[in-house]
């Protein structure tokens, strides 16, 4: 079977497509408006061919390492360490504070969801506060919390364990 039909990831098919219509006699502008490339990329292509062959013609954005890590690992440990004490103005963390965090250790403005990230991959998450209405009484929400265990069926006397049956009493 030819390698052009072997190929398994879809960017390494259309090059070596790319090879295939150049043999058949197509020009680089036909080539490129067939296969929706430009047409400076096909003799980008021919050149990898003849410089590596095979190899030539895989994705090479797949080998590529990325960007270095924000925080190196002595940082991340500091940080990990940092998350076990409350952030400077109380509170819990979260991402900006964490980011506020790393731009102070990095001397440069880190965005916000950098932060959310560190956090996660600590394995950290986000904590917030359960939300409070502002009118909330804290003594009634106890003195119903101690007197509700049952619900409104136990109060009006009904069993919980079979509908429609009545507790004795």
Same mark, same amino acid.
């Given at each position: 079977?030819?390698?052009? #039909? ?9 090059? !070596? ?10 020009? %680089? ?13 096909? &003799?980008?292509?021919?050149?990898? !061919?003849?410089?590596?062959? +095979? %190899?030539?013609?895989?994705?090479? #954005? ?5 960007? &270095? ?8 440990? +500091? ?6 004490? %409350? ?5 819990? !963390? ?9 731009? +102070? ?8 969801? #950098?932060? !959310? ?6 394995? @950290? $998450?986000? @904590? ?5 209405? +502002?009118? $909330? ?22 069993? $919980?364990?079979? %509908? ?6």
């Amino acid at each position: 079977m030819p390698a052009r #039909r072997r190929a398994s990831h879809p960017v390494e098919r259309t090059h !070596w497509h790319i090879l295939w219509r150049l043999v058949e006699g197509h020009t %680089p502008d036909e080539i490129a408006s067939l296969l929706g490339s430009t047409a400076r990329w096909v &003799p980008t292509m021919v050149q990898r !061919w003849n410089q590596a062959g +095979e %190899p030539g013609i895989r994705d090479r #954005r797949l080998t590529l390492p990325g960007a &270095p890590p924000l925080l190196t690992s002595e940082h991340q440990q +500091e940080l990990d360490h940092a998350l076990d004490q %409350p952030p400077a103005d109380g509170g819990l !963390w979260s991402g900006p504070k964490v980011a506020a965090w790393m731009a +102070e250790r990095l001397g440069r403005p880190v965005n916000p969801r #950098r932060g !959310w990230d560190y956090l996660q991959r600590l394995g @950290r $998450s986000t @904590r917030v506060p359960r939300p409070q209405h +502002e009118q $909330s009484d804290a003594a009634t929400q106890q003195a119903f919390k101690k007197t509700a265990r049952g619900g409104p069926r136990a109060a009006a006397g009904v069993s $919980s364990s079979q %509908p429609g049956t009545m507790a004795p009493g």
